[in-house]
């Protein structure tokens, strides 16, 4: 089954750096398709954060990093804030599904 | 701007038809793969599946084979989600959301997305 694991909770307090671990298999991350990373806050749209692994789009502010390795991606959160508290979702391409698969999303909380 | 603009919220019986839109603007929208993708109440992100409007190829996730039919009209630039029988499990909201590539490849992150649309199937 096509599946990208993620925790499904984290918490750090203000300041701190946390990581967002999600692990796939050889049908997808280690199949080489790149991840990508998406920030939802309470209420509102999933927004892109991170692309092609490592790539902030304009206005990710550089305390979001990303990386990826064999079949395991991860998105660093540094410097956190108040308002980074939200579900982060990992995504990459499957090719047993033939489409993009989420991540099960994971829930940061900021003490 | 790039932009996805989505219908509002509906809320029907279980048994009733359903058809909900995603207008797009700022690109041409002939060249960017646009994908829906489910959220139920407290949960995570499903790839329903998406359309090429250029030549209105479609592929659906197994998951929604045969539950849903995707479409788009390109003189209106706006692609559809829609039901022929709803199920309270279908209550969920519904994004889209662009493939952030231009072209036929249907591999890629998804910017922008949609606000969503709440559908609620309710007795």
């Known amino acids: 089954q096509s599946v990208l694991t993620q925790p499904p909770s984290v918490s750090g307090a203000p300041g701190q750096r946390v990581t967002i671990s999600c692990t796939g298999s050889?049908?997808?991350?280690?199949?080489?398709?790149?991840v990508h990373w998406y920030q939802q806050l309470p209420g509102i749209a999933p927004k892109l954060l991170i692309y092609?692994?490592?790539n902030r789009p304009s206005g990710v502010p550089d305390r979001f990093s990303a990386s990826k390795s064999g079949t395991s991606a991860s998105l660093a959160i540094t410097g956190l804030q108040a308002e980074d508290e939200a579900d982060y979702y990992c995504?990459?391409?499957?090719?047993?599904?033939?489409?993009?698969?989420f991540g099960g999303g994971t829930k940061l909380t900021v003490l | 701007e790039v932009q996805l603009v989505q219908s509002g919220a509906e809320m029907k019986k279980p048994g009733e038809s359903l058809k909900i839109s995603c207008k797009a603007s700022?690109?041409?929208?002939?060249?960017?793969?646009i994908g829906w993708v489910r959220q139920m109440p407290g949960k995570g992100l499903e790839w329903m599946g998406f359309?090429?409007?250029?030549?209105?190829?479609?592929r659906y996730s197994p998951s929604f084979q045969g539950q849903v039919t995707i479409s788009a009209d390109k003189s209106i630039t706006t692609a559809y989600l829609q039901w022929s029988s709803l199920k309270a499990s279908d209550t969920a909201i519904y994004y889209c959301?662009?493939?952030?590539?231009?072209?036929?490849?249907?591999?890629?992150?998804?910017?922008?997305w949609g606000q969503g649309t709440l559908v609620t199937v309710s007795s």
């Open positions: 959301a662009r493939l952030a590539a231009p072209g036929t490849s249907h591999v890629g992150w998804f910017d922008p």
């Open positions: 995504q990459s391409y499957d090719r047993s599904l033939s489409g993009p698969l």
């Open positions: 092609g692994n490592i």
């Open positions: 050889s049908s997808n991350l280690g199949a080489g398709y790149d």
């Open positions: 359309i090429y409007p250029g030549d209105s190829e479609i």
């Open positions: 700022g690109y041409s929208f002939t060249l960017y793969w």
